[in-house]
């Protein structure tokens, strides 16, 4: 008897372990979604509960686009950064902007580098609003906009670099060359730092008592770091993409995209936990955790041919729960960092550009928005305010200012649905690379709207030209095109339509 009671204890033990609480942090704004993935420990959970449908409130017209944020700030501001830059034709914007929570413009900030913040965005208990640009500046502004100060870093500060803070309120951002840079609250340095080959497009997540920074090496290995920028331990695994997850225990998760393939639970002394193959895991996202400890992420599923892009979820001892496949035609792909709800609920989007959708907790599809009208993507997170709104900041696949609709409020309400008929389509049009990620030939097709001159050029992520696929004369119509990137190594790349006054383009993945 006494021993059946002991069992019983300590499986009521696990599973009450499993439980997940908000970590305090008084460096912090105490707002509904004060930074990208939602607090220092990257949970991605919010304590609200999400929309339930796909009902769009309103939109703003954010004419370059948007890429890094909303986050939410007090009295519910919505604070964001542009999108367009594209070097290869010299166009750029660098606007930081501040909407309040109705849609209505409150104000902007001009960086005045030609570079856009594209970075992840922080807000701290002073209101002061953190974000880096690609013109290799952190910038701090007070909450009407105006700048408090800014510090030059030694190279840009790359696409969603998410900032992080610490209890002292000290600021953590890495920049394109890898480095970790720790900055006080007034705009000097406490030091920068880097090992092996760097961070490059990582970002630092803090231990729940904020006196360990966890940071993925460039190529392979976490890294666990103290305060003052020294080596704690390393944990050798292979390349962690972007960052980890760390929950109310202190237990990290992340999943490597080369070398293993695992998704990985490790203690906070760097011990392995618990590791996990069952399908192919994926890292161009971040894990979200929600209030029971269950883990979500990306991965690819390999049940069969096509390989499709999947959602998988796993208990917090490392227990296989289900997995969401996307298998629609469109052939989805999700890079950005992955959100929950106070219930459990997913909420991720196309980063190339179809659609949005929310996944319930137990694995089936809760709704799915279109995005495909505005040729739209989604390269951040949403942010869910206190009242179920979900924010998103999305922003086209081409490269074209006057976008619209890039600013969008989701909420449950019966009084205002989604108006088909006002639903646009561009008369020119450039289709997802299929398949996607690919090895090494795909299929790229497009769409010309009126005879003329038709370019279509792949690029590499730097903007150096690979290959012209077209070069010639188009009638009006649709037309298929394919690229074989056998003599390429394994990669991002970018292939861009220009037709006429047009300039469509898209990203596509070569896995060798």
């Given at each position: 008897m006494i021993k059946k009671i002991m069992i019983i204890l300590l499986l009521t033990t696990l599973n009450y372990a499993q439980q997940q609480t908000d970590i305090p942090w008084p460096t912090l704004a105490n707002t509904d979604w004060p930074m990208i993935k939602h607090d220092p420990q990257f949970t991605g959970r919010s304590p609200y509960k999400g929309p339930q449908t796909p009902t769009i409130i309103w939109t703003r017209d954010l004419e370059d686009g948007i890429f890094s944020g909303p986050v939410i700030g007090d009295e519910g501001y919505l604070y964001f950064g542009t999108y367009y830059d594209y070097p290869v034709i010299q166009a750029f914007s660098d606007y930081f902007y501040c909407y309040d929570s109705a849609g209505n413009y409150v104000w902007e900030y001009n960086l005045g580098r030609n570079r856009p913040p594209q970075s992840g965005i922080l807000i701290d208990s002073s209101n002061t609003i953190y974000f880096g640009s690609l013109d290799k500046y952190l910038y701090a502004l007070n909450s009407d906009g105006t700048l408090k100060w800014q510090f030059e870093t030694s190279a840009s500060i790359v696409e969603l670099a998410i900032p992080n803070i610490d209890l002292q309120g000290n600021v953590y951002i890495t920049n394109g060359l890898g480095r970790l840079y720790s900055i006080k609250p007034n705009g000097t340095l406490n030091w920068d730092t880097t090992y092996e080959n760097g961070f490059f497009q990582r970002s630092p997540v803090f231990s729940p008592?904020?006196?360990t920074i966890y940071i993925a090496g460039r190529d392979s290995n976490l890294f666990a770091l103290n305060l003052d920028g020294s080596l704690k331990w390393k944990f050798s695994c292979g390349n962690i993409i972007?960052?980890?997850?760390?929950?109310?225990?202190?237990?990290?998760?992340?999943?490597?995209?080369?070398?293993?393939?695992?998704?990985?639970s490790i203690f906070s002394s760097g011990q392995l936990r618990w590791k996990k193959n069952d399908i192919y895991f994926t890292t161009r996202t971040v894990p979200t955790i929600d209030k029971e400890g269950n883990i979500y992420t990306m991965a690819i599923d390999t049940a069969c041919c096509p390989y499709y892009p999947a959602v998988a979820s796993f208990t917090n001892t490392g227990g296989f729960r289900w997995k969401y496949i996307f298998n629609d035609e469109e052939s989805d792909d999700f890079w950005q960092p992955l959100i929950c709800d106070s219930e459990g609920t997913v909420y991720v989007g196309s980063t190339f550009g179809y659609n949005y959708y929310a996944i319930s907790s137990d694995g089936t599809l809760k709704w799915k928005l279109p995005l495909e009208f505005n040729n739209q993507q989604v390269d951040n997170t949403g942010a869910i305010s206190k009242d179920g709104t979900l924010y998103l900041g999305v922003h086209n696949t081409s490269l074209v200012t006057n976008q619209a609709k890039t600013l969008i409020a989701i909420k449950d309400t019966s009084a205002v649905s989604v108006d088909e008929n006002n639903i646009t389509i561009n008369e020119y049009s450039l289709s997802q690379n299929y398949p996607n990620p690919f090895n090494p030939t795909t299929t790229i097709n497009y769409t010309v709207k009126e005879n003329g001159l038709v370019q279509l050029k792949v690029y590499d992520i730097l903007g150096n030209e690979v290959t012209v696929l077209v070069h010639e004369e188009k009638q009006q119509g649709s037309y298929s095109v394919t690229f074989n990137g056998s003599n390429l190594s394994s990669g991002v790349y970018i292939y861009t339509l220009r037709a006429n006054k047009y300039i469509l383009n898209r990203k596509m993945v070569l896995m060798q």
């Open positions: 008592d904020g006196n972007k960052a980890p997850v760390v929950d109310t225990y202190g237990n990290i998760f992340f999943s490597t995209l080369s070398g293993d393939y695992y998704f990985y």
